[in-house]
Antibody, heavy 118, light 111 residues
Framework: QLQLQESGPGLVKPSETLSLTCTVS??????????WGWIRQPPGKGLEWIGS???????YYNPSLKSRVTISVDTSKNQFSLKLSSVTAADTAVYYC??????????WGQGTLVTVSS | NFMLTQPHSVSESPGKTVTISCTRS????????VQWYQQRPGSSPTTVIY?????PSGVPDRFSGSIDSSSNSASLTISGLKTEDEADYYC??????????FGGGTKLTVL
């Protein structure tokens, strides 16, 4: 059964870079059928797609975040990662990773809360 | 890009049927698959419908999805409502550039 697990610092200072990793188990990140995505949810608000990556490294980003986002993949570790630069309090959210197949995001990781505060 | 618009909240009694709509602002709703996610408080989203009307294994057949080209919308219908169905529901689709779009979410209250 495929599982995804987010990891990374729970607290980031304003203007710094948020870095998270998603570890995939129970399946290969190198499968040609799937993309791998990041989604976030500010406290009490809705879901926002951040971007997705293919195992080859091809990426798609939300235009509203594109200038600050980098998603990368490490097939040797079966992981993909998110970097979000110049963070502000508005970037405080639960960050999820998920497998993306034919546009559908499933399954999702359990999510990790990242707070931006000095 | 397009937007997906959902009602902010809906409520219905146990045993009844409720339908949640998701309207696409531009482009055809039939152009790209629509998914529906259920999110209970404190939990991550889970898929209840994918590819417009497909149920993942383990999702009861009380959940069904459809699209209507005339209203350019998708719908999630839950029949035989149970208190455990109380949750937030999000529709989601994507465009020709593989950009993913979520609806704003609908809070379902079963009372």
């Amino acid at each position: 059964q495929l599982q995804l697990q987010e990891s990374g610092p729970g607290l980031v200072k304003p203007s710094e870079t948020l870095s998270l990793t998603c570890t995939v188990s129970g399946g290969s990140i190198s499968s040609s059928s799937y993309y791998w995505g990041w989604i976030r949810q500010p406290p009490g608000k809705g879901l926002e797609w951040i971007g997705s990556i293919y195992y080859s490294g091809s990426t798609y980003y939300n235009p509203s975040l594109k200038s600050r986002v980098t998603i990368s993949v490490d097939t040797s570790k079966n992981q993909f990662s998110l970097k979000l630069s110049s963070v502000t309090a508005a970037d405080t959210a639960v960050y999820y990773c998920a497998r993306q197949v034919d546009g559908a995001l499933r399954p999702w990781g359990q999510g990790t809360l990242v707070t931006v505060s000095s | 890009n397009f937007m997906l618009t959902q009602p902010h909240s809906v409520s219905e009694s146990p045993g009844k049927t409720v339908t949640i709509s998701c309207t696409r602002s531009s482009g055809s709703i039939a152009s790209n698959y629509v998914q529906w996610y259920q999110q209970r408080p404190g939990s991550s989203p889970t898929t209840v419908i994918y590819e417009d009307n497909q149920r993942p294994s383990g999702v009861p057949d009380r959940f069904s999805g459809s699209i209507d080209s005339s209203s350019n919308s998708a719908s999630l219908t839950i029949s035989g409502l149970k208190t455990e169905d109380e949750a937030d529901y999000y529709c989601q689709s994507y465009d020709s550039s593989n950009l993913v779009v979520f609806g704003g979410g609908t809070k379902l209250t079963v009372l």
